[in-house]
């Protein structure tokens, strides 16, 4: 069965990084561009960043733009997003995706990360 | 990218059948046969319901369909059940391979 977990999120101060990483199993990682979505307490999906099977390409929502990066190690069957200068309106469950045919099949459970000091 | 626009909510009794729309421009919903439909449980991931507008994946209830017309997708839910209170939430396809999400329709049953 197809799974995505994710892991590192947390309480961080403005201005602040983290890296949250999203291990995948079940199927063959390195065949799928992958995505991260984020939820707002209480709003609704918001994509963030996508990045193609072999990590050579990447687009990133205008919010996010040159804060966020997001990576993967094929090897590993791993995705992740370093975000830095964190804000406020950053604090979201963030949701590791899998993109089957342009649209999101596979989701995880959510890491959730607050900013605030 | 503007969200896609959803009803804040919608409601039914057991057994009756609610509809959920979802309206895009010629740049998502209109221009693409890449719709696809989300149920998300409180504090739960969002679950695939339908995809590439009118598909279900195995294990959806062939209560779920989806449609679309124009720049409007729809998800309709026949023969309303407790279990299907819940968030939903349409996705489009919007070029440049990014996705946009609408706002999300609360379903109460009645």
């Known amino acids: 069965e197809a799974q995505l977990v994710e892991s590192g999120g947390g309480l961080v101060q403005p201005g602040g990084s983290l890296r949250l990483s999203c291990a995948a199993s079940?199927?063959?990682?390195?065949?799928?561009?992958m995505h991260w979505v984020r939820q707002a307490p209480g709003k609704g999906l918001v994509w963030v960043s996508r990045?193609?099977?072999?990590?050579?390409?990447?687009s990133y929502a205008d919010s996010v733009k040159g804060r966020f990066t997001i990576s993967r190690d094929n090897a590993k069957n791993t995705l992740y997003l370093q975000i830095n200068s964190l804000r406020a309106d950053d604090t979201a469950v963030y949701y590791c995706?899998?993109?089957?045919?342009?649209?999101?099949?596979?989701w995880g459970q959510g890491t959730m990360v607050i900013v605030s000091s | 990218q503007s969200a896609l626009t959803q009803p804040r909510s919608v409601s039914g009794s057991p057994g009756q059948a609610v509809t959920i729309s979802c309206t895009g421009g010629?740049?998502?919903?209109?221009?693409?046969?890449?719709v696809s439909w989300y149920q998300q449980h409180p504090d739960k991931a969002p679950k695939l319901m339908i995809y590439?507008?009118?598909k279900r994946p195995s294990g959806v209830p062939v209560r779920f369909s989806g449609s679309k017309s124009g720049n409007t997708a729809s998800l309709t839910i026949s023969g309303l059940q407790a279990e299907d209170e819940a968030d939903y939430y349409c996705?489009?396809?919007?070029?440049?391979?990014?996705?946009?999400f609408g706002g999300g329709t609360k379903l109460t049953v009645l």
């Open positions: 995706v899998r993109d089957s045919t342009y649209q999101p099949d596979i």
């Open positions: 079940g199927f063959t990682f390195s065949a799928y561009w």
């Open positions: 990045i193609i099977s072999d990590g050579s390409s990447a």
């Open positions: 010629t740049s998502d919903v209109g221009g693409y046969n890449y």
């Open positions: 590439d507008v009118s």
């Open positions: 996705c489009s396809y919007a070029g440049s391979y990014t996705w946009v």
